[in-house]
């Protein structure tokens, strides 16, 4: 299973599902839902959180956050 | 007729409620929370329609507090802020996520109308918008293309919105999850399913309506490299200290002049009331305790309006998220997140506009901490206890090429800093949370702040604090003035008595000074001071600190000021050095050594480090939190721990 947290920067990739956890809700109104295209923009030094591109417009997450998102390539 | 004004943060909704209603808006906020609620007015053909700014929200389903007022708004018919009609802005640069609320907020069958803004960036992506289009598929809504940082389009949204009835969608965009105000799915995985759904739907839909220009050198690519500029690991930090070093410099320069110019206004006035007025009880609490209760609330607006002009700045331009994205991994361990850096550093100037800075923190338990911690910060209000203390008690000597005077200021400063830091970790512990902490946040686009917005938000800012939290400065100062200058019967009038009466004209000035300290002395506060010498020995303290410690909990810098007056000298600017005389001079009754010791001082110093010596963040910590449980908890805490520690302090060093 590979998890948006794991990905290299610029990997173009798609939302396969997400974790069940009271977390993921926020994650889909932000437009994190199977089906979505997505990468990782740039990250944050030291383990810190991750900034991801969904159509042009950057939200960032922290890692445990986008661990819980599946995507496939 | 109620117009609820609704959309995603970023989404420039601030700049469409300002400019449609100017002015003429109000702060206030919803009923048990704090969040601001703005409402305004708008005119049309004498009749007069109100415009509520409902907080920034992604989704109708509530997972923040600005998410859970509106949801608790919109699901209620009866709630008195329930809209006949409902204003949604939309960015046409994300139309995506941003149709995500639109579509939720068109099925709760209220008339609603999108105002489509940013028209300009979606131009400089390429997106091609079929509006005419749009409307069709989302059931004949009205749509009005505007850009708000601009005024352009507002006239028409104004007239679409006022005046002709907007239409209501002719079907909901989806069934069966909203019926007139009704939110009919409770179950918290099947909303996720619906958003989820809906998602997919909007996506569908675009695809008939948003046609991709292909673009050179594209706008989101251009400010990729300045974020991968900002969130370098060294650059990055590097940035963030010099902005950091902009903004002390600015308010260390820019705030003293007018802070003095109002302590000089205000003294002024308390003289000339003094004079004009025929002398007695009535004039004396308006010269003593009025004017100055007055100053003690107007003191802090430079610091206050400075700090959020800068804040406004680093938030408008889109850096601020920038810069909780590099900090949140340091926060995390504490209990705070990236959010909290803002106000505790700012909290190094004032601790008030830092916690009034602390909402941009969703997440209420990170926000408590920030609120609860960062009086601990050393602010600028201590400086001149630590100035005069550090004078009088630590020796000029040097260490290497350091000051030892310099290290001691340094050394207070970083140890407010870790016993933040360490009261957040505590905390962290203490304070139970549902919410769990997320940080999930968009990195909008670079833009220039738009200063007519400025404008408006300082005006917010300094009218909440001179308004609500002012009441309460103002109440304990002339409490604090009625203490300190009545005693029980007539006991001062007893003790002044036994004062030599002047014999030359010479002597008066004199005269006066000791009047004045034997007076205060022999006050409620005086006696207080003395009944709490038992308590505060241990310290190294006597009772005329005690008297001290007791007056400046108005504000820490009051402390000067009483230990002048107690020691009967003149509160001039040239006479620091004589009270630093007489204070070295002074000695314990009992055993006659010097009260002013390393020792003593330094427990002096740690006692003003750590304690809750202000009311004015007490108050502002009330209006944030709105319960008195905090502020008494802070206060209780923090001398707590000031006791303690220089409890130790003291006991160590002598």
Aim: glycine share 6%; proline share 5%; charged share 20%.
């Amino acid at each position: 299973m590979i998890t948006l947290d794991s990905l290299e920067i610029n990997q173009k990739v798609k939302v396969k599902s997400l974790v069940q956890n009271g977390l993921t809700s926020k994650l889909v109104d932000m437009g994190i839902y199977p089906g979505k295209d997505i990468h990782v923009a740039f990250r944050a030094p030291f383990g810190g959180p991750i900034a991801v591109d969904l159509d042009g417009y950057t939200l960032s997450l922290r890692r445990e956050e986008a661990s819980l998102v599946e995507v496939e390539l | 007729m109620k117009i609820a004004l609704v959309g995603n943060p970023n989404s420039g909704k601030t700049s469409v409620f300002n400019q449609l209603t100017g002015l003429n808006q109000k702060v206030g906020n919803f009923p048990g929370v704090t969040v601001d609620k703005k409402v305004g007015y708008l005119k049309h053909e004498n009749v007069s329609h109100e415009l509520i700014d409902l907080p920034g929200i992604y989704s109708l389903y509530p997972k923040t507090q600005d998410e859970e007022v509106v949801y608790d708004i919109l699901r209620n018919p009866d709630h008195a802020d329930y809209p006949d009609r409902i204003l949604v802005v939309v960015d046409a640069s994300n139309l995506e996520r941003n149709l995500l609320l639109f579509t939720q907020v068109m099925d709760l069958g209220v008339p609603v109308t999108m105002a489509l803004n940013m028209t300009d960036v979606a131009d400089r992506k390429g997106l091609v918008i079929d509006t005419q289009k749009l409307s069709e598929v989302l059931g004949g809504i009205k749509i009005v293309p505007i850009i708000a940082r601009t005024g352009e389009g507002m006239e028409v949204l104004m007239e679409e919105v006022i005046h002709d009835a907007p239409p209501v969608a002719s079907e909901p965009f989806l069934g069966g999850e909203f019926d007139k105000g009704q939110f009919l799915i409770d179950n918290v995985d099947e909303r996720k399913a619906r958003v989820e759904n809906r998602y997919k739907k909007i996506r569908q839909l675009l695809t008939f309506v948003l046609k991709q220009k292909p673009v050179s050198g594209s706008i989101v690519e251009r400010h990729r490299k300045v974020d991968k500029f900002l969130t370098h690991p060294v650059f990055g930090y590097l940035v963030f200290l010099g902005v950091l070093l902009v903004i002390f410099q600015a308010i260390f320069a820019w705030a003293e002049w007018p802070m003095d110019l109002i302590d000089t206004l205000f003294l002024s006035a308390s003289a000339w009331v003094q004079d004009a007025l025929p002398p007695g009880v009535f004039t004396d609490l308006l010269a003593e305790g009025i004017i100055p209760g007055l100053g003690g609330v107007v003191i802090f607006i430079p610091q206050i309006t400075l700090l959020f002009a800068f804040i406004f700045i680093l938030e408008e331009t889109g850096y601020m998220s920038r810069v909780v994205f590099i900090l949140d991994r340091f926060m995390r361990p504490f209990g705070l997140n990236g959010r909290s850096v803002v106000p505790l550093i700012s909290g190094v100037a004032c601790a008030i506009p830092a916690i009034m800075a602390t909402r941009t923190i969703d997440n209420w338990k990170e926000r408590l901490i920030t609120i609860m911690v960062t009086p601990l910060m050393s602010c600028s209000a201590r400086l001149p206890v630590y100035t005069l203390l550090i004078a009088l008690v630590v020796p000029d000597q040097y260490i290497g090429p350091f000051n030892l005077k310099g290290l001691v200021l340094l050394g207070l400063y970083l140890i407010g800093l870790v016993a933040a830091l360490l009261a957040a970790l505590v905390s962290k512990w203490i304070v139970k949370s549902q919410q769990k902490s997320f940080l999930v946040m968009e990195l909008p686009l670079y833009k220039m702040p738009r200063w007519n917005n400025l404008v408006i938000t300082l005006w917010e800012k300094v009218r909440l604090f001179v308004f609500d939290a002012g009441k309460v400065i103002f109440s304990i100062s002339i409490i604090l003035w009625v203490l300190a200058s009545y005693g029980p019967g007539d006991r001062i009038e007893e003790a002044v008595s036994q004062i030599p009466k002047p014999t030359t004209e010479a002597e008066v000035p004199d005269y006066e000074k000791e009047v004045s300290s034997v007076a205060l002395a022999n006050s409620y506060i005086g006696i207080v001071g003395h009944a709490i010498e038992p308590a505060i020995r241990p310290l190294g303290y006597n009772w005329q600190i005690g008297i001290a410690l007791i007056t400046s909990f108005a504000a820490r810098e009051v402390f000067v000021g009483s230990m002048a007056t107690i020691y009967s000298i003149g509160e001039d600017f040239d006479s620091e050095e004589t009270l630093i005389q007489r204070m070295r001079n002074e000695t314990n009754r009992l055993t006659g050594e010097p009260v002013y010791t390393l020792a003593s001082g330094l427990s002096l110093m740690i006692f003003y480090a750590f304690a809750m010596q202000c009311m004015s963040t007490l108050a502002i910590v009330l209006r944030e939190t709105k319960n008195w449980k905090y502020p008494f908890i802070q206060l209780v805490y923090m001398t707590g721990l000031a006791y303690v520690a220089a409890l130790i302090t003291y006991q160590l060093l002598s």
